[in-house]
């Protein structure tokens, strides 16, 4: 979708119903590397943002309850590692070797 932007709120698992869990790794800091970028949970009551920092690992469950968005980038380059997880064994990975 050419409209797509990434820092639209969303839930993974709403677009990948096979995630059950969703990480990331952040590979730079924010004020060291990059403004902006920061993640939020969008809760009712207030957004909780996680603060990049190089090294930090966040771990969620990919459902409903983790409404979230990654807040525009507005100086540098955020670098992360995107991760999503299945419990499902029709879904797991094989090794074919």
């Known amino acids: ?7 639209n709120p969303h839930v993974d698992k709403a677009n990948i119903p096979t995630y059950d869990y969703s990480a990331l790794l ?4 924010l004020g060291d590397d990059f403004e ?9 009551d ?3 943002v996680v603060q990049p920092r190089a090294g ?4 969620f469950p990919s459902g409903p309850e983790n409404l979230h968005q990654v807040r525009e980038v507005t100086k540098g380059t955020r670098y992360v590692l ?3 997880f299945t419990c ?3 879904h797991q990975y094989a090794d074919d070797d």
């Open 1 to 7: 979708d050419p409209n797509h932007v990434y820092w």
């Open 88 to 90: 499902s064994k029709q």
């Open 56 to 59: 930090r690992l966040l771990l």
């Open 36 to 44: 902006g970028g920061e993640f939020a949970f969008l809760d009712d």
């Open 82 to 84: 995107a991760m999503w």
């Open 46 to 48: 207030a957004d909780r």
């Open 26 to 29: 952040y590979l730079n800091t």
